[in-house]
């Protein structure tokens, strides 16, 4: 098989699936799901339910049974990205090349935008046509507190008042505003495809761990190509003064230091009784492809 390609083609049906679930209308405030499709189907990695599907998949559920659920994940993680943007938060001025939703659009509206993603999220999960009842909890659940007060957005509270912190406390801030919603997506692909407790437990530390890598590679790419992410030579993060795992490890450490969490992950997949290997290609691609 060539994993690549069969990453490319789940890509395209997320996005295809994610433009199903909010259609153009003519209400009259139509204006909200325009905005909200700007942000959403504006492309970039689709890493969230990817990963829930290909870890579905591993165990059995066929993608065209995962990716409606799978799209919840991607709405969360596009309204974090709306709000982040926003004056009061990053004020970034561009989103993956293009002018961020509170630029293209209104303000008021941005806000409103990545309000109605998060919602309608949770509505997404109701109405999936493929799990039952009790997958549905279990996933709403899953999905509320690693985006709630103790998960993403304790995360975005730690970022926005800590300007100057240990290495601890940074790790502390990254687990819950990045790591805690990866972990949910391999949790995701667990419940779907009904995993055991122990199996879905070692998937979600998985994702702990690649979420944590994930956002390690991020501060890199804020060094090294900061205008093809973010549109502009410099991140918001260095403008602000926010400390970063590059500025307190330095390039190289921080590269070995992604590197070694990505390893600790994939080491752990080798303990589960299924072929892994997709999983193994998508995270190394991550790491090495970006630093």
Same mark, same amino acid.
């Given at each position: ?16 699936? $994610? ?28 890493? &969230? ?21 799978? $799209? ?22 561009? &989103?993956? /090349? ?9 303000? /008021? ?25 009790? *997958? ?32 601890? #406390?940074? *790790? ?27 199996? &879905? ?23 090294? *190509? ?14 602000? /003064? ?7 490890? /330095? ?33 190394? #691609?991550?790491?090495? &492809?970006?630093?």
């Amino acid at each position: 098989m060539d994993y690549q390609e069969h990453f490319k083609q789940i890509a395209k049906f997320i996005e295809k699936t $994610c433009s199903e679930l909010i259609p153009l209308t003519d209400k009259p405030y139509n204006e909200i799901f325009l905005a909200a499709r700007y942000s959403l189907l504006a492309g970039g990695k689709r890493l &969230r339910p990817l990963l829930a599907i290909l870890t579905a998949e591993m165990l059995g559920i066929h993608p065209d049974q995962s990716v409606a659920s799978s $799209c919840a994940l991607e709405m969360i993680h596009t309204y974090s990205l709306i709000h982040d943007d926003l004056p009061g938060m990053d004020n970034d001025d561009f &989103r993956r /090349g293009k002018p961020s939703l509170h630029k293209a659009f209104p303000e /008021g509206i941005a806000v409103l935008a990545g309000d109605y993603l998060l919602t309608y999220a949770f509505e997404v999960l109701v109405n999936a046509k493929h799990q039952n009842a009790d *997958q549905k909890l279990v996933l709403i659940s899953v999905l509320a507190k690693s985006s709630g007060g103790d998960g993403m957005i304790a995360g975005q509270v730690m970022d926005i008042m800590a300007l100057s912190v240990d290495l601890t #406390s940074l *790790q502390q801030t990254h687990l819950n505003k990045t790591g805690m919603l990866i972990a949910a997506s391999m949790e995701f692909g667990a419940i779907i495809g009904k995993a055991t407790t122990e199996q &879905r437990n070692l998937l979600r530390q998985f994702g702990l761990d690649i979420g944590l890598a994930f956002q390690i590679i991020d501060d890199i790419l804020d060094v090294t *190509q900061s205008k093809e992410k973010h549109g502009r030579e410099v991140a918001s993060d260095l403008i602000n /003064g926010k400390t970063t795992y590059v500025s307190l490890m /330095g390039l190289e450490e921080s590269k070995n230091f992604a590197k070694s969490l990505t390893n600790k992950a994939l080491e752990s997949l080798k303990t589960l009784p299924f072929d892994t290997k997709p999983l193994k290609i998508l995270t190394d #691609s991550l790491v090495n &492809r970006q630093i």
